[in-house]
């Protein structure tokens, strides 16, 4: 409890702290952060899609060719695996991040004894803030738990919306290796066997190895389209 001439002091009724050397902020730049979060959001989406329906065009072809069971499991995968991203990428994305308790910054007759227990005065928004809330600049508003804000889903991630952001990084991180072991397997099974074998390439130098090795799989992945 400190006095309330000092430049810090915590109110006896209420319990909110008072900062006088803290002056009121603008919100500068806004409507650049807005702006490069719909851009970050845009090429995340359209990224996931280009993944998703690429993939499917590309590779299940092949994936169904070995075996009809073996093409419904791996469609199977691909949808929970798909809808899972989708749905977690959406919640954290699009959902509210976490709003602190709208609590009036008024007198006795408003307030009741210790509503304001460790509140601080939000200089950007020009209300009471909780002690567990903090001020994003980027999304112009105060965020409950906020842990930080990513360009990425064009939103912050607080209380609200922490558990689907990890939910989606993990099936993003699944998906992501499912999808690199699925082009592995049909390039193996799509391209054409390399005619380089070890006994062949005996007393050639490194930078010609290299060379037609490159040139060898290059040739494969054309006559494989």
Known sequence: MLPSCAS?????????????NKKKHDEKCFGWRVLRDRCFLSVVMVFMFFVILGGVWAIYPVVFSVSLLWGIFHSIITTILSIATISFFSLA???CAGTP??????????????DLDNYRFCHYCLKPKSPR????????????????H??????????????????????????????????????????PPLSHTLGRLKGITGRDVAWRIMNEIFIAFLSSL
Do not use: E, Q
């Open 8 to 20: 810090v002091f915590k109110c006896g009724w209420c319990g909110a702290i008072t900062d006088h």
């Open 93 to 95: 994305a699009f959902r």
């Open 101 to 114: 308790p709208n609590i009036l910054w008024g007198s006795y007759p408003t307030v009741g004894k210790g």
């Open 133 to 148: 809330a903090h001020h994003c600049r980027s999304c112009g508003k105060c965020i409950l738990d906020m842990d930080h």
């Open 150 to 191: 990513c360009p990425f889903i064009g939103n912050c991630v607080g209380a609200a919306n922490h558990y689907s952001f990890i939910c989606f990084i993990i099936s993003a991180v699944l998906s992501t290796n499912y999808v690199s072991i699925m082009a592995v397997y049909s390039s193996w099974h799509m391209w």
